[in-house]
T-cell receptor, first 114, second 112 residues
């Protein structure tokens, strides 16, 4: 069974802390994505990666960075967490090439920044 | 920039009726459009993909249409059931094959 695993379902952090959200997929997918989801705003794309060490900014990259050192792992980093980064974070993956296949999502990581 | 609008934040209908959800987009001509279902506290799950050269796609009680002139997709659930209650999201590729963006979703409630 295909799987996207996010390291933490719930996190509570303090303002200014560095936060790492990890995502691992076991499907050998080229493309991986980080979204955040907020009520009324839907899923907004933060960053995506189409290959190891390759990344592109999404619509809301400010305050975030990403790392893709291995094909199966895509990390989202909040260098200095702020309260407006309290949100549900969703990781997804899909096959490469001209993407027409489905996105597979993890269960999400709910981050609260105090 | 690309914008995706889903017609309403919430839709409430009677069991057995057909639910129709709308997805409108601007400023781009995507090669395909996808629909996802999301249950509370879970990640979205893929339902259907429709390509720009397809007018209609069906899967069991689901039907999707794609009108590239109107820049609109309609998502229908026929013979709706309470178990169909969820948030439904449309998604499409924007500016590059790998960048997938989503609408804000429509929360569908089916009452018995």
């Amino acid at each position: 069974d295909v799987k996207v695993t996010q390291s933490s379902r719930y996190l509570v952090k303090r303002t200014g802390e560095k936060v790492f959200l990890e995502c691992v997929q076991d499907m050998d997918h080229e493309n991986m994505f980080w979204y955040r989801q907020d009520p009324g705003l839907g899923l907004r794309l933060i960053y995506f990666s189409y290959d190891v060490k390759m990344k592109e900014k999404g619509d809301i990259p400010e305050g975030y960075s990403v790392s893709r050192e291995k094909k199966e792992r895509f990390s989202l980093i909040l260098e200095s967490a702020s309260t407006n980064q309290t949100s549900m974070y969703l990781c997804a993956s899909t096959l490469g090439g001209y993407v027409t296949g489905e996105l597979f999502f993890g269960e999400g990581s709910r981050l609260t920044v105090l | 920039s690309q914008k995706i609008e889903q017609n309403s934040e919430a839709l409430n209908i009677q069991e057995g009726k057909t639910a129709t959800l709308t997805c409108n987009y601007t400023n781009y001509s995507p090669a395909y459009l996808q629909w996802y279902r999301q249950d509370p506290g879970r990640g979205p799950v893929f339902l259907l993909l429709i390509r720009e050269n397809e007018k209609e796609k069906r899967k069991e009680r689901l039907k999707v249409t794609f009108d590239t002139t109107l820049k609109q997709s309609l998502f229908h659930i026929t013979a709706s059931q309470p178990a169909d209650s969820a948030t439904y999201l449309c998604a499409l590729p924007y500016s590059s094959a790998s960048k997938i963006i989503f609408g804000s979703g429509t929360r569908l409630s089916i009452r018995p």
